[in-house]
């Protein structure tokens, strides 16, 4: 959903969160409103998954290395597509992940933690052995953490403790989101 429309756009949208309607404008044709709570359930459970498949798409879309001129790796991708997907499996009410004001990334505590349960390692000793794997094959923690995310052990651990962290016994979640498709009139 575009909120700045380009200097040279025909067609723009913009969302009225209050009457939960998506009003399209095209110039020099006219406009016209979806509304939302008008739609069917089917229809609007296809339109999330479309839209979080277009986002979580968007997120390999790396641009070239300043520096290098080279292309985002496969791995550096796959970061991008996994941070988001991690941030949204985290319940976070929020679309975009927090941004820090400044500093680096912090690298992905569930995979540092994977890690450290498959080897046995405590966190410090973890952040060591990634920060010196990123070195010996010059990546960057999170492109070497990436690298490490791909053994089925660490993977197996991670989705593990992931599925552990938002896991709410007392909620069911079917119920919560058709409840939300249907709160829309």
């Known amino acids: ?22 009003t399209f404008k095209v110039l020099g044709a006219g406009e016209c409103a979806l509304r939302i709570g008008a739609t069917a359930p089917e229809v609007q459970f296809e339109a999330m998954v479309r839209g979080f498949n277009q986002r979580c798409v968007n997120a390999a879309a790396l641009g070239r290395d300043k520096d290098t001129g080279k292309s985002a790796t496969p791995a550096e991708k796959f970061a991008g597509v996994k941070a988001l997907v991690d941030h949204y499996n985290s319940g976070s009410a929020d679309w975009s992940p927090a941004r820090t004001a400044s500093g680096p990334k912090p690298l992905d505590a569930i995979l540092l933690a994977a890690v450290g349960e498959v080897t046995g390692k405590p ?28 053994s089925p052990a660490v993977g197996k651990v991670a989705d593990r403790l992931r599925a552990e962290r938002v896991a709410a016994p007392d909620l069911d979640i079917d119920a919560e989101i058709e409840g939300m498709m249907g709160d829309d009139e």
């Open 123 to 150: 966190p410090e000793v973890v952040l060591a052995l990634v920060a010196k794997g990123a070195e010996t094959h010059k990546l960057t923690g999170h492109q070497y953490l990436a690298k490490l995310a791909t």
């Open 1 to 22: 959903m575009q909120v700045k429309p380009k200097s040279n756009s025909v067609c723009t949208s913009v969302f009225d969160a209050a009457s939960k309607t998506l």
